[in-house]
Structure formats: structure tokens, C-alpha cells
Nanobody, 124 residues
Framework: QVQLVESGGGLVQAGGSLRLSCAAS????????MGWFRQAPGKEREFVAT????????YYTDSVKGRFTISRDNAKNTVYLQMNSLKPEDTAVYYC?????????????????WGQGTQVTVSS
């Protein structure tokens, strides 16, 4: 009943930037917190960033602090991940996720809906 669709992935050189978007459609219910996770080849899916319903509280995994910014536009039911100073180790499939409560969360089990993922590849 709820669909999340990511966009904005692609191939970039190290040091470059990308902005990922995730749009929610269907039977959405407010409030909802959002998160971004990623999965690299041979690795488990890991937390990247999250934002609460009001947009005032965010959390990031240590490896992306200072480089990535999560934000949202509730009027568009969309969450963004601005990624700057990209590194080869950022290469992964990036997934957005939604949980239909207002508070941000950093664990996979806290989320109710997931997007299909978008590939981000950072070349050396």
C-alpha cells in the first residue's frame, strides 16, 4: 500500500557529489520518520542516516559525518540524501526506508517499508 522509490544514483569520481531522492506514494500516514541504509558487495545492510518527522533531529553513521546530509520535504513526501566528498568505500546499493512514527531510528528492524534501492558507484 506504500511505495518508496529511490532515484539519483549513478557513477561518480572520488570527491564528487550526488543527491539521492526517495519519494513515498500510495497510502501514507503521517507522521513518519525516514532513514537511508546501504549494502556493499559481500557486506550486510548498514545504517547511513535518519531524520525524524519534524526534520529537526538527525543521526549519521560515523563514516559519513560531515559529508552526507539527510533532509526532507513533507509536502512532497520526499527524503533526500546529499552526498559530498564521495569515496570509493561509499560504493553500495542505497535504500530508503520509512517508519510510521515520528522518531528517528538507526536499526533495520525499526522500519516498516523499504525502497528497491539505487546503485551508487564511486571510482578512484
Amino acid at each position: 500500500q506504500v511505495q518508496l522509490v529511490e532515484s539519483g544514483g549513478g557513477l561518480v569520481q572520488a570527491g564528487g557529489s550526488l543527491r539521492l531522492s526517495c519519494a513515498a506514494s500510495g497510502r501514507t500516514f503521517s507522521p513518519y520518520a525516514m532513514g537511508w541504509f546501504r549494502q556493499a558487495p559481500g557486506k550486510e545492510r548498514e545504517f547511513v542516516a535518519t531524520v525524524n518527522w519534524g526534520g529537526s533531529i538527525t543521526y549519521y553513521t560515523d563514516s559519513v559525518k560531515g559529508r552526507f546530509t539527510i533532509s526532507r520535504d513533507n509536502a512532497k513526501n520526499t527524503v533526500y540524501l546529499q552526498m559530498n566528498s564521495l569515496k570509493p568505500e561509499d560504493t553500495a546499493v542505497y535504500y530508503c526506508a520509512a517508519r510510521f512514527t515520528a522518531t528517528a531510528a538507526t536499526t533495520r528492524g525499526a522500519y516498516d517499508y523499504w525502497g528497491q534501492g539505487t546503485q551508487v558507484t564511486v571510482s578512484s
